[in-house]
C-alpha cells in the first residue's frame, strides 16, 4: 500500500512564512520581468525543491533576465554559460592550473559552483561537454584531478534550448532531458506586455546599476526547501500520480488508437518523483499545507512534455505531445 512520505505537517506559521518568501520574490521578479506568469512560477518552483528545469523558446524572451533576477531575488551566486561546440568540460567544472611560483597544482573551480547556473543553448555544447553537467546536476558535486568539490546549497540549474536554428547543435539524449524535473516552453508576449518592456527600456529598469535589493536570503530559501519536504500528500493523489505515468507506459491500453500509435516510449519513474515534488511546492504556493489533484493537472504538460517521446508519425501528422499529455489526463480519474 503507498503511503504518504510527508514525515510531519506543516503549522500555520510556518506556511505564512513561506508565502511571505515567495511573495517578496514575486514583486522582485514582477518589478523587472514583464508577464510571464507561468515562467515566474515554474522558476519558483524549482528554486523551492533544487530541481532542475529545462527552458525552450525562440531568443528574446527574458529567459536570462528571469534567471538573474531570480537569483538577485534570493541573494544566490549566480553564472551564466554560454554553451558552444568548443566548450569543454573544465570550462564548466574546473581545472588544475600549475602554480610555478608555489610548484604545486592548484584547483580553480569552474562557473557551475554557483547557487544558479544559467546553461544557455545547452543543446549547442558537445556530448563530453553535456554528460559533465549530469554528475553536477544530478550528484551535486564535480570531480577535479581526482577530488570531489560539492556544489552550494541551494543549487538550480536552468537550462535553455532554442527551437530554432538547429544546424550545429547536439540533441540532449533522452536520458539527460529525463533529469530535469520540467520543461517549460515560453509565448510571446501580448502587445501590452511588450509595450511595457519598451517602457522599462526607457526608464533604466534594466540598465545594469538597476538592481532590487535582496528579498530573501538562502537561508531562508533552505527553510523553505525543507518545509515543502514536508507538505501533506494523500496516498490516493500519489495512486493518480502513479497512474498517469503508469499510462504513457501503456498507451495501446488506454488511449485511442490513432494518439497510443505515436507513443514511442512513456515516462520513467522520474516523472512521479517530479510530480510528488513540484505539487507540493506548487502547493505551498497557493498557501495550502497539502496538495490537490489540480496541482497534479496543472504541473502534467511541463513534467511529461520531455518525458513522452513521440514517433516520427507525429511529426508527420503535426501532433504534439501537450495533445497525448491530455488524452492521459483524461484516462485517469481524479481522485
Known amino acids: 500500500m503507498l503511503q504518504n512520505t510527508a514525515t510531519a505537517g506543516i503549522g500555520a506559521p510556518e506556511l505564512a512564512r513561506a508565502q511571505q518568501l515567495a511573495g517578496n520574490v514575486v514583486r522582485t521578479f514582477e518589478a523587472k520581468v514583464v508577464g510571464q506568469e507561468r515562467l515566474r ?3 519558483l518552483i524549482g528554486l523551492l525543491t533544487g530541481g532542475h528545469i529545462l527552458l525552450e523558446s525562440v531568443p528574446g524572451l527574458a529567459k536570462t533576465t528571469a534567471a538573474q533576477t531570480l537569483a538577485d531575488a534570493v541573494s544566490a551566486d549566480f553564472r551564466r554559460i554560454q554553451c558552444t561546440p568548443d566548450l569543454l568540460p573544465s570550462d ?9 611560483g608555489k610548484g604545486t597544482f592548484v584547483t580553480q573551480l569552474g562557473p557551475v559552483h554557483a547557487n544558479i547556473v544559467l546553461l544557455d543553448e545547452i543543446n549547442r555544447s558537445s ?3 553535456q554528460s559533465a553537467m549530469l554528475e553536477a546536476m544530478q550528484e551535486r558535486q564535480t570531480s577535479i584531478g581526482g577530488e570531489s568539490y560539492p556544489l552550494p546549497q541551494p543549487f538550480l540549474v536552468l537550462a535553455t534550448q532554442n527551437p530554432i536554428e ?6 540532449l539524449p533522452e536520458a539527460q532531458m529525463d533529469r530535469f524535473m520540467l520543461k517549460d516552453v515560453l509565448d510571446y508576449p501580448s502587445p501590452a506586455e511588450e509595450a511595457e518592456v519598451i517602457r522599462r527600456i526607457d526608464a533604466g529598469v ?3 546599476g538597476h538592481k532590487p535589493p535582496a528579498a530573501a536570503s538562502l537561508d531562508a530559501v533552505a527553510e523553505v526547501q525543507e518545509l515543502v519536504r514536508r507538505v501533506y500528500i494523500d496516498p490516493a ?8 505515468a503508469y499510462v504513457t507506459r501503456h498507451a495501446a491500453q488506454y488511449l485511442e488508437p490513432r494518439l497510443a500509435n505515436l507513443v514511442d516510449f512513456g515516462a520513467s519513474p522520474r516523472a512521479s518523483i517530479a510530480f510528488s515534488q513540484a505539487s507540493r511546492a506548487l502547493a505551498v ?3 495550502r499545507d497539502h496538495v490537490i489533484p489540480e496541482d497534479v493537472k496543472k504541473l502534467a504538460h511541463r513534467v511529461l512534455r520531455h518525458r513522452i517521446i513521440l514517433g516520427f508519425e507525429a511529426v508527420v501528422e503535426d501532433i504534439r505531445v501537450e495533445s497525448v499529455i491530455d488524452a492521459v489526463l483524461a484516462a485517469v480519474q481524479t481522485p
Open 237 to 244: 493523489i500519489v495512486r493518480y500520480i502513479v497512474g498517469l
Open 127 to 129: 556530448a563530453k561537454t
Open 92 to 100: 564548466i567544472a574546473g581545472t588544475q592550473i600549475f602554480d610555478a
Open 206 to 208: 534594466f540598465d545594469p
Open 285 to 287: 504556493l497557493n498557501g
Open 166 to 171: 538547429q544546424e550545429g547543435t547536439y540533441r
Open 41 to 43: 512560477e515554474t522558476l
